[in-house]
């Protein structure tokens, strides 16, 4: 069954420098997303992407985050100035899109540790 | 409470017994799904059920909505010491006629089955 995968599974930086998160979605799906846990704490919805472009983000989603579909496969996470509070699980998840009536599928995640 | 509360916190039973969690929520929504996590690992779908169904069933699973209580439960039957994890409801609100697919999720329930 196709999957959704994440690179790397576990990424370390320094705060203030930039990291990407990287994510391939299932291939035929229309609607891509992002999500994070920060530890013992409840998933949080970061942004949606459709169509080349945001459809919705959240108030977590500020100027330091940006998203991109590079090409036809690749959907990565930006954070251009880490701070410590950004450690979390990220996940990202696809669908197949109609209007939201569908099973989101999560990738395994990647755990960010800013120190 | 949040969007999508989950309870109880904590679950612990005998393997073979049936499991319940209930979840509700605040808004109007287009879906409601289960998810299940195991430590560290990413989120896997188990079941959507959408604002217009009341019970939808998979396997040993069960769900229930009640959108006129805003809530909804999980039942597991016959449970085996695989199903140990951790159970997180999502909803899909709703914005008028628009939908970008956005899921909020709960604190979620963790199970123990012993066996």
């Known amino acids: 069954e196709p999957e959704v995968t994440q690179t790397p599974s576990h990424q370390v930086t320094q705060m203030g420098q930039e990291v990407i998160l990287r994510c391939v979605p299932i291939s035929n799906h229309l609607y891509f997303y992002w999500y994070r846990q920060i530890l013992g704490q409840k998933v949080e919805f970061l942004v949606s992407f459709y169509n080349n472009e945001i459809s919705e983000k959240s108030e977590i989603f500020d100027d330091q985050f940006s998203v991109e579909r590079p090409d036809g496969s690749n959907f990565t996470l930006k954070i251009r100035s880490t701070k410590l509070e950004d450690s979390a699980m990220y996940f990202c998840?696809?669908?197949?899109?109609?209007?939201?009536?569908?099973?989101?599928?999560f990738g395994d995640g990647t755990r960010l540790s800013i120190l | 409470s949040q969007q999508g509360e989950e309870d109880p916190q904590a679950l612990s039973i005998q393997e073979g017994e049936n499991a319940t969690m209930n979840c509700s929520y605040k808004?109007?929504?287009?879906?409601l799904q289960w998810y299940r996590q195991n430590s560290g690992r990413g989120l896997v779908h188990l079941i959507l059920i959408r604002s217009n169904e009341r019970e939808k069933h998979s396997g040993r699973l069960r769900v229930t909505l009640d959108t006129s209580k805003k809530s909804s439960s999980l039942l597991i039957t016959a449970s085996r010491a695989a199903d140990t994890a951790s159970y997180f409801c999502?909803?899909?609100?709703?914005?008028?006629?628009?939908?970008?697919?956005?899921?909020?999720f709960g604190q979620g329930t963790t199970l123990q089955v012993k066996p």
């Open positions: 808004t109007s929504i287009n879906n």
């Open positions: 998840a696809s669908d197949r899109g109609q209007k939201g009536n569908q099973p989101q599928h």
């Open positions: 999502a909803t899909a609100p709703t914005y008028g006629s628009s939908n970008t697919g956005k899921l909020i």
